[in-house]
């Protein structure tokens, strides 16, 4: 009979597994933040996201009190594996938050990883924006980063992401296209600007998306009819899986008839230009 080795009895006996190591989850939240009436989670989360979401008692956040509201949405629904009182939530430093987390130098962008010694301990961790999906138009992104390079696994959670839905809504080419975020808030910066993706948009095919904050929606809107030639789509959307939002493509010539005030200003918007 065949002797096991002393290297597989070894192994066997008296070695310490290794650690496990908790997973990050990015989990999505709905697009109503600031609305005056929340929505129904069901209407925009599937189940199992609210499901994994209850099982999570660790977060990292741009906002505490959002957070934490949220979270009791979430607790009507599916009950959470720890209380309210007992989550363990951390905000994003203001440098990743307000001031973004990627700086353009090799390097010199936010190191989050502080913020996951929970999960390198084997807890499971979430990562939340105030709407949507962290990470996407919103921030995070240097969590996700840190986590890689901790290697711990990253689990994308499904739910809106509005730059997304409102490309899909738009008739515009989703095969080919950029998220740009936002525009520079200057008028003439910005008219530059448009005129620049426009260019690129014509003669690549390529879709230019973009945000506005509300009380700006207007304002851009405005500058993009004036400034975008006829034949060119614009496609704008506000309020995406929300009551009342809309989204509407046309070229800019049907887009100079229409009343810019029937854009509403109390939701974030999102805009699309093309072919």
Not at 7 to 28: E, H, I, K, N, W
Not at 218 to 228: D, F, K, N
């Amino acid at each position: 009979m065949t002797q096991p080795s002393k290297t597989s009895l070894s192994d066997a006996v008296g070695q310490p597994a290794a650690p496990r190591l908790g997973r990050l989850f990015l989990v999505p939240a709905p697009l109503d933040h600031g609305c005056a009436e929340p929505t129904r989670l069901e209407d925009s989360l599937p189940s199992g996201t609210l499901a994994a979401a209850a099982q999570i008692t660790h977060w990292i956040c741009e906002n505490a009190r959002s957070a934490r509201a949220y979270l009791k949405r979430i607790s009507a629904i599916v009950p959470l594996a720890a209380p309210l009182q007992a989550q363990h939530i951390t905000e994003l430093p203001r440098l990743a938050h307000k001031k973004g987390d990627h700086s353009g130098a090799a390097g010199a962008e936010y190191d989050a990883a502080g913020l996951l010694e929970a999960a390198r301990a084997g807890a499971d961790m979430g990562l939340l924006s105030e709407a949507g999906m962290p990470g996407i138009a919103d921030p995070g992104s240097a969590v996700v980063r840190a986590a890689h390079r901790l290697g711990l696994p990253v689990i994308p959670l499904v739910g809106p992401v509005s730059p997304v839905l409102a490309l899909a809504a738009s008739g515009l080419n989703g095969q080919n296209f950029a998220f740009i975020g936002y525009l520079p808030q200057n008028p003439d910066e910005r008219v530059q600007r448009i005129r620049a993706l426009e260019a690129y948009a014509i003669k690549t095919g390529q879709t230019q998306l973009f945000i506005e904050t509300p009380y700006r929606n207007r304002a851009l809107l405005q500058a993009l009819v004036q400034t975008l030639a006829p034949q060119t789509l614009l496609a704008v959307a506000w309020g995406v899986t929300l009551p009342g939002g809309r989204i509407i493509s046309q070229p800019v010539s049907a887009w100079r008839t229409m009343a810019i005030d029937a854009v509403a200003a109390e939701w974030p918007a999102v805009f699309a230009i093309g072919r």
